[in-house]
């Protein structure tokens, strides 16, 4: 018998590697990295944290970088790659997404029923209803929502794991 997938793991780009929002004074760890000619500074624990998640966990690009995360982050982050990427509907305006958010259309195509937990600064209520609701049909559903200045950190890291062992 085949083992079970690893739960899938969306990791959001800025506000979770990428941080942004912190005082000039009070910089966090990490480094400036150009990416197209556009300043990023990279947290300094994203790419261990992400090394251990992916032990556990199946990891897809879930950010707006789409395609352009495999460029830039394994490599900056250390990470093996490529990762595979969502790709978004890029209509405009407030109902680009019949479920209240630009990224869960593309979430449910890629990931039907599986298992999942979505690492992401701009989590909000329709979010919350969506993995709610995903929940009671019975697909295992985890938001990890981080602060833009801070980015994925220890405590989150060990919340996912433990959360993955569970399934």
């Known amino acids: 018998m085949a083992a079970p997938a690893k739960p899938l793991l969306l990791v959001d780009v800025d506000g979770v590697i990428s941080l942004f929002g912190f005082p000039a004074h009070a910089r966090p760890a990490g480094r400036f990295e150009m990416v197209d000619g556009i300043a990023h500074f990279l947290s300094a624990t994203a790419g261990e944290h992400l090394r251990r998640l992916s032990s556990a966990f199946e990891p897809v690009w879930c950010t707006g970088w ?15 790659g490529p990762w ?19 990224k869960l259309d593309a979430i449910d195509a890629y990931a039907g029923a599986r ?53």
């Open 66 to 80: 789409e395609e352009k995360a495999n460029e830039y982050l394994p490599h900056a982050l250390g990470l093996d």
């Open 84 to 102: 595979p990427h969502l790709s978004f509907e890029r209509a405009a305006g407030p109902g680009r997404s019949v479920q209240g958010h630009w």
């Open 115 to 167: 298992a999942l937990a979505w690492i992401d600064d701009a989590h909000g209520a329709p979010c919350e209803a969506w993995a709610t609701a995903r929940e009671a049909a019975g697909a295992a559903t985890l938001l990890v929502t981080t602060e833009p200045a801070i980015g994925l950190t220890e405590d989150d890291v060990k919340r996912l794991l433990g959360w993955a062992e569970a399934r």
